[in-house]
């Protein structure tokens, strides 16, 4: 079978949190499977691109509305690097930036990829089996290639929508749809959300199948969708869910270069104290203490707005038997707080505003507990990383967090799970974890349990496969 994945992010390339991940893996997968899985996303100005060799496949152009013509070129990575065959699309002036988002112009960006991917493939003198979108970023390509005219000859391929986040829909407005190459004017109703053209909305009404990567993620998604609850009961019957594998390659201590003493189970309380203490030299904090991380986007969705008071509340009434060390990036006035607390809480606490891969993974090496209080989460990596390190989860009871965490009070249990995103649930939760931490019996058991928990793609990779049989 092959698969065409087309997606905003992938790992290594560009990644700006789970879906590179996802993208960066599952192909891989697959192709271990014996299937023929690719990767196209667009070209951006990344140290990926310099570093590897590329040659032109296809040069083509297109009419983007009041944009004017757009003219693409897409390479392939020369040797495979990744697993799997990387196809990037130039289109100069758009999609050579450094970052993957945050422009005025991402809409006209996106388009432009989308319609640069579709255009590309109706060229081709074969067919692939499926085309698998990822996000709202590519969930216009299902309605392109069954409703716009020049592409409708694709309209018998099969697609697959994956949503990763529904809260980011791809909002655009209707001055901007002549970016659109012409369609049936009798399906405009299907780019619609309530009266604005809402790309994920339009992706979940024209794909062929829908999946979600987690099971409660989907059943959540009917109550709590940001305003497309009404679309996901409706279109219940072709949405399944699926879980997130993560990539054994990448993120295992016993391989990890990124780490300073690499590690498995028997070794675990050694190697993760010998990086622990890596960690508190860097960071001025004490080892002799629980050790609680946070890795992640600094926004509303993971509660990190909560973390200043959560931080200074179990600091105060726990009488600082623990330390936290943030790294993350986001809404600028919680970067503010969190970067000005360096200063206030020293010696209990540290932050690290920004993005670093090594350090995520030095920090999930080291650390004791990594504190997951997401609003919406749905499916969550950094819990998985973390108890593949050996690192305790202390995660909201919502999404894949849910679906992916036993607490450690209950049969079999790990993680430390509550209810709801408020300070005091949170504070309470952090108070549970002192308690395992100060039974280092048990505290070894659950590290051994959660290590030795198979999330790796095998299972999911080949459930997408089942998927894309059934279509
Ligand atoms: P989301 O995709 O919603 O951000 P996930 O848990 O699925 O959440 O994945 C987040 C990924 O991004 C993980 O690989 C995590 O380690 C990484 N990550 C998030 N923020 C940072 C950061 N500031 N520095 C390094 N890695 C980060
Ligand atoms: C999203 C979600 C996250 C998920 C990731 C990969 O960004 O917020 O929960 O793990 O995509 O699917």
């Not at 970067?335 to 932050?351: C, D, I, R, V, W």
């Not at 004791?368 to 305790?392: A, I, K, W």
Request: hydrophobic share 40%.
């Amino acid at each position: 079978m092959e698969i065409i994945h087309i997606s905003a992010e992938c790992y290594p390339v560009a990644k700006a949190g789970g879906l590179g991940d996802v993208v960066g893996a599952l192909p891989k997968y697959q192709n271990q499977l014996g299937h023929i899985s690719k990767v196209v996303m667009p070209m951006y100005k990344t140290k990926f691109l310099n570093a590897h060799s590329f040659d032109v496949v296809h040069k083509g152009g297109f009419h983007m509305g009041a944009a004017g013509f757009i003219d693409y070129t897409v390479i392939k990575e020369r040797v495979n690097t990744l697993g799997f065959d990387l196809y990037l699309i130039d289109i100069y002036g758009l999609l050579d930036r450094e970052a993957v988002y945050g422009y005025d112009d991402d809409v006209e960006r996106f388009v432009a990829f989308q319609i640069a991917a579709v255009d590309w493939i109706s060229r081709w003198n074969h067919r692939p089996d499926v085309v698998h979108v990822h996000d709202h970023h590519t969930a216009l390509i299902p309605f392109m290639m069954k409703h716009c005219y020049v592409y409708q000859h694709l309209n018998t391929i099969p697609t697959v929508l994956t949503i990763h986040n529904g809260q980011y829909q791809g909002w655009i407005g209707w001055d901007k749809t002549n970016f659109i190459p012409a369609w049936d004017p009798w399906k405009a109703g299907l780019l619609e959300w309530e009266n604005t053209v809402n790309s994920l909305a339009c992706g979940v009404k024209c794909a062929s199948k829908v999946t979600t990567v987690s099971h409660s993620y989907l059943q959540e998604l009917k109550h709590m969708a940001n305003g497309l609850e009404k679309l996901f009961e409706y279109e219940k019957g072709k949405c399944i869910g699926i879980l997130n594998g993560i990539d054994d390659a990448v993120w295992n201590p016993s391989t990890d270069t990124y780490i300073d003493y690499r590690y498995g189970i028997e070794d675990a309380d050694e190697g993760k104290l010998n990086n622990k203490k890596i960690l508190c030299d860097q960071f001025n904090l004490d080892i002799n203490k629980p050790l609680i991380i946070f890795i992640g986007r600094l926004v509303h969705e993971k509660a990190a707005d909560l973390l200043p008071a959560v931080i200074g509340d179990s600091i105060y009434h726990l009488q600082g038997q623990m330390n936290f060390l943030i790294l993350g990036s986001g809404e600028t006035w919680i970067e503010g707080q969190l970067a000005s607390m360096n200063h206030q809480l020293t010696g209990y606490y540290n932050s690290r505003i920004g993005y670093n891969e090594q350090l995520s993974h030095q920090m999930y090496a080291g650390a004791d507990f990594l504190l997951m209080p997401s609003r919406v989460e749905p499916c969550g990596l950094n819990q998985m990383y973390s108890m593949r390190y050996g690192t305790v989860p202390i995660v909201r009871s919502t999404g894949g967090l849910k679906d992916t965490v036993i607490d450690y009070g209950d049969k079999n249990g790990y993680g430390v799970r509550f209810n709801d995103a408020s300070v005091g649930d949170i504070t309470h939760a952090i108070y549970r974890a002192l308690q395992l931490y100060k039974h280092p019996k048990q505290l070894d058991k659950v590290r051994t349990t959660m290590m030795e928990i198979d999330n790796s793609w095998e299972k999911s990779a080949g459930e997408y496969i089942e998927v894309y049989k059934q279509l």
